[in-house]
């Protein structure tokens, strides 16, 4: 789960970490308001799920109260435009009005866990501010890293070693120190899956504050996090992921034109893959689950067509504990109710897949059986050929 900036240093306050102080704005009104209070130079930050809003133009150090309203009223209501937003970009609802610091130094700190090594990942780079994917790419020494055995927690040499690694004396280096250990203790306790302070930054005043903040959250933790859970944007989100997480489906919307309806996140992964072998791209990822009822089904491909971009629809289900015949009964009845009119291709194995097939056979409905994955991928990008 991802939150806001806002949230995020709400968060980073809670664990003593320093952060700018800032008001949240929903109208240009309260934003000259919140301006006025904080007194200029402020800086008025769009609110939403994506980074590279400074570049994107969602990001506008004002001088003057005019210059934070006119701010205001260019970046609120607008769509946002960044490298990590939909190409149509993303509506702005609301704005962050922040104290301006005064930079000494922008640094990138961030921390996320490796899943081959088992451990968490500390990153830090002093080319901080810009897009840390592009340094990665271009000079990856430039980032340096210390494992973090979460048996062990972070040992206080390896917060040194991150601030000696960015050259910093004297009190920064006291300051960057205390910062690493506290934000280490923050991932820990929320149940964080990634924390990114970018520009962590050392103040005219050598304090060292997050002027930007972003966390995101381990899924599977929110029932323990419930003031974390609270703290969702479902403005943010897409409606479709939200609709299926509802019916404890899992669904994620991607950009091809095959949609997939599978159970088993497994076999939901083979399947999107072998789409892709077979040269076309998969339109989504979607797990209808263990017990895959005729109205699971129904709600699935009600969310797999609400993407317009999907041309056809592959099904590829294991009979393990939900029988196949009830599957194929269930897609039938689907397309049914609501009036399918793009070629199915349907792969039913496991118990009683033979059965399955003679309804699927007898139905005469426009749907195209499969035995093997590799066939049923022919199948169903041969489709889009006509
Ligand atoms: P992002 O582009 O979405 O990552 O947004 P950031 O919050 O990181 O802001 C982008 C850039 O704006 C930062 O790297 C800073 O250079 C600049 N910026 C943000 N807040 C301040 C501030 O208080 N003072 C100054 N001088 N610059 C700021
Ligand atoms: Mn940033």
Known sequence: MKIHEYQAKEILRQFNIPT???????????AVEHSQTLLPPVVVKAQIHAGGRGKG??????????EAE???????GKNLITYQTKKEGQLVKKLLIEKAVNIKHEFYAGMVLDRSSSKITFMVSSEGGVEIEKIAENSPEKIIKEQI?????????????LAFSLNLKGDVFKNAVRFFLKLYHLYIQTDASLVEINPLVVMQEDEVIALDAKINFDDNSLFRQKNIHALQ???????????AAKYNMSYIKLDGNIGCMVNGAGLAMA???IIKLAGEKPANFLDIGGKASADTIEKGFNIILSDKNVKAVLINVFGGIVRCDRVANGV????????VNIPIVVRLQGTNADIAKDILNSSEMNIMGATELNEAAQKVVNTLKK
């Open 70 to 76: 006119k701010n205001a009223e260019n970046i609120l």
């Open 332 to 339: 039938i009845q689907a397309i049914k109710n609501i009036d």
């Open 149 to 161: 055995d979460p048996l062990l927690g972070i040992l206080p040499y390896q917060a040194r070693n």
């Open 20 to 30: 700018p102080i800032g008001k949240l704005a929903f109208s240009v009104k309260e």
């Open 57 to 66: 133009g969602g990001v506008k150090f004002s001088k003057t109260l005019k």
């Open 233 to 243: 944007d479902l403005d943010e989100e897409e409606p479709t992921e939200i609709e």
């Open 271 to 273: 399947t999107m893959d």
